[in-house]
């Protein structure tokens, strides 16, 4: 099992940017497993955000060219850079891990994911 926790969270203004942290301790192996972050706003389902999987990145249209997601294997966390944010992105952002998947697309589905942080809330003003 992995244990995941977020940090960053902030309240940031429409055009600001902000890096989010994912520090994950246990049985990481962080080769062989892909983290990801999901986001939620009330009253939805949690929506995917963006994903580190090796050596490859996905991210969800609404983010992508604004969003990076990254890691650094000497201290397991993954980051995740936001720039130009917009008051939609308001939303609490969840870092999650599973095992390497074969099928890339199970990675945009939240149920493809055996651990999950507590989550760190974003706030963009207008």
């Known amino acids: 099992q992995v244990h995941l926790v977020e940090s960053g969270g902030a309240l940031v203004q429409a055009g600001g940017s902000l890096r989010l942290s994912c520090a994950a301790s246990g049985r990481t192996g962080a080769y062989y497993y892909a983290v990801a972050w999901f986001r939620r706003t009330p009253g939805k389902e949690r929506e995917f955000v963006a994903v580190?999987?090796?050596?490859?990145?996905y991210y969800s249209d609404t983010v992508q060219g604004r969003f990076t997601i990254s890691k650094d294997d000497s201290r397991n966390t993954v980051y995740l850079q936001m720039d130009s944010l917009k008051p939609e992105d308001t939303a609490v952002y969840y870092c999650?891990?599973?095992?390497?998947?074969?099928?890339?697309?199970?990675?945009?589905?939240?149920?493809?994911?055996?651990?999950w942080g507590q989550g760190t809330e974003v706030t963009v003003s207008s």
């Open positions: 580190h999987a090796w050596n490859d990145r």
């Open positions: 999650a891990a599973t095992p390497l998947l074969s099928d890339r697309y199970a990675y945009l589905r939240a149920t493809s994911y055996e651990s």
